[in-house]
């Protein structure tokens, strides 16, 4: 049964592939291809006169020979003129910094700083390890 499944399994993402470069083959030769089946089809004529963009219109009035004449001429720009207000230097600083010196007040020693009660260490004293009988048993730790 396993192996049943395992090559259904196969078989579908095989047939996945197969369908998905068909499918990338006529996405890349679709550009051409209306073009080409019409061309072959008895109404050649009306479907390429369908197929065709419809920007390709030619005016009535103006003949297909014409040569089309350009003139080229340099444009020229006038001198710039540097004016006050572009040398102005406050309308440009967007930063402008104040410095002020920082100045600390003096230290004062008061009463409580002197009190050496506050500063003691403090010992904590703890009772001292004692051997339960648990901790030799044998039968606890089965030696």
């Known amino acids: ?10 078989a579908l993402r095989s047939a996945a592939v197969v369908v998905s470069f068909v499918l990338i083959s006529f996405t890349v030769s679709a550009q051409t291809f209306w073009k080409r089946l019409l061309e072959n089809t008895g109404f050649s004529d009306i479907a390429m006169a369908m197929a065709a963009p419809a920007d390709n219109t030619i005016e009535k009035g103006v003949p297909a020979e014409t040569a089309a004449t350009y003139y080229y001429a340099n444009e ?10 572009m040398t102005d230097d406050s309308r440009f600083n967007t930063s402008q910094f ?10 004062e020693l008061e ?3 002197m009190n050496e009660t506050f500063f003691q260490p403090v010992v904590d004293e703890e009772a001292g390890l004692e051997l339960e009988a648990w901790m030799v048993s044998d039968k606890t730790w089965k030696i």
Do not use: G
């Not at 020229?76 to 207000?85: G, I, Q, R, T």
């Open 1 to 10: 049964m396993k192996t049943k499944n395992n090559v259904q399994k196969a």
């Open 76 to 85: 020229v720009e006038p001198a710039m003129e540097l004016e006050a207000w």
């Open 98 to 107: 104040v410095f002020e010196e920082a100045i600390d007040e003096n230290l």
């Open 111 to 113: 009463n409580w700083m």
